[in-house]
């Protein structure tokens, strides 16, 4: 084959594999306008935008070595895609966050919590005394944990806690935390080694006033959130919680993804699995997200929305729960953010949404692997005329 036709024809094959990351990469931007039962694979186009982004990038520096016009290509794509392009990596180079938040600034936690590591409390409790440590340090005024487990306590006549259970109990939070209030939801179903509950939780050092918990089918612990309103000063302020449809991977799941083959017939009954519980969780997200919204706009008050959605920027779920609110993330995080210490570097899974009558003043992500999830955290003001 002469040269000339090898060089035209490997053109043409750089040329329509550019195209094709391009589109992919866009239909995973746009994700969630394009979601539906039937699509539900764009929700892995929204998982793989940072590495199709990548390789955009990659073919952009090829063009402009080999003098091409198609370099313009992944400059149309930047425009295509910038506003959701920014919701994965912001471009901001660093982000400085001061723990003595500035006087009339509301700080605010979220953090899946994995149980506070109960399974080896009575072992070695040294990571869940770490973590009691860790939120002590920040001091949120707000918190909010995901996976959360607990029983109660109770009461004599002298105020002394008698506890029901060896370890573990709601009130002992409250105290080791220094919060003033609380409000606690759980799948009375799913109880935690057959005497703790299992659920979410919302922490206040402001009064609660009033509290729900909102369940969908099928009633799982996945398929329930909660709502409580609390009172700062002249502000009323809805704070959400929720923790969205886990994918469940097993560790067997969790071996193939780190080390993935199809030499076998296991091997791919193993990425059958995978996707299988993939294709579940964005349809049962879906759902979730959609009732979640719904709670949202029936708020009297400025909402603020934390959890582990387990879904990443611009999929259904991100962009159904955070439609009208600010991203603390975005507005004041850097570089990609992530939240989940496994799987992907690129994780950023767990979220804090404002109202928009507020201020992100700072955000951080306190990378210690305490849980498989790190704490993130805000500091919002109100805006005066708002």
């Given amino acids: 084959m002469p040269k000339p036709l090898v060089r035209i024809l490997t053109k043409k094959v750089f040329i329509i594999t550019n195209l094709l990351v391009a589109v992919l990469f866009l239909l995973g931007c746009y994700a969630q306008q394009l979601f539906t039962s039937a699509s539900w694979f764009v929700g892995l186009l929204a998982i793989s935008a940072f590495y199709l982004l990548v390789v955009l990038l990659l073919f952009f520096i090829f063009w402009i070595i080999a003098k091409s016009k198609w370099m313009l290509l992944f400059l149309a794509i930047l425009l295509a895609g910038w506003r959701n392009i920014i919701k994965i990596i912001p471009f901001r180079t660093s982000a400085d966050f001061n723990i003595r938040k500035q006087k009339d600034a509301l700080r605010i936690m979220s953090w899946n919590v994995a149980q506070f590591d109960i399974l080896q409390y009575k072992k070695d409790p040294s990571i869940h005394n770490n973590m009691i440590d860790l939120i002590n340090q920040y001091q949120p ?137 993939l294709k579940k969780g964005f349809i049962r997200r879906q759902v979730q997200a959609d009732r979640i919204r719904e709670e949202i706009e029936k708020s009297p008050y400025p909402v603020i929305v934390c959890g582990d959605f387990n879904d990443v920027p611009n999929s259904y779920a991100y962009e159904t729960i955070g439609k009208g609110l600010q991203n603390a993330f975005e ?26 009558r507020y201020q992100v ?20 003001t109100r805006f005066p005329n708002k």
């Fill in 141 to 277: 005024d707000i918190a909010c944990f995901q996976e959360m487990v607990a029983g109660d306590s109770i009461i004599d006549l002298n105020n002394k806690y008698y506890h029901k259970f060896a370890f573990y109990s709601i009130q002992d939070f409250e105290l080791s935390l220094h919060f003033a209030d609380e409000y606690y939801s759980y799948n009375w179903k799913e109880n935690y080694l057959s005497s703790q509950h299992f659920g979410i939780i919302i922490f206040s050092k402001y009064p609660i006033i009033d509290r729900h918990t909102i369940a969908i089918y099928p009633n799982d612990y996945n398929s329930i959130f909660q709502y409580v309103d609390i009172v700062k000063d002249a502000d009323t302020i809805r704070v959400f919680n929720l923790h969205l449809q886990s994918l469940k991977f097993t560790p067997v799941n969790m071996q193939y993804i780190d080390n993935p083959s199809m030499e076998s017939d296991d091997d791919l009954q193993k990425s059958k699995s995978i996707v299988a519980k």
């Fill in 331 to 356: 507005k004041k995080g850097a570089g990609l953010g992530r939240t989940f210490s496994g799987i992907a570097p690129t994780l950023r899974i767990d979220n804090i949404f404002i109202d928009n």
């Fill in 361 to 380: 003043e700072q955000y951080v992500r306190i990378k210690k692997k305490l849980s498989d999830h790190f704490p993130i955290i805000t500091d919002i």
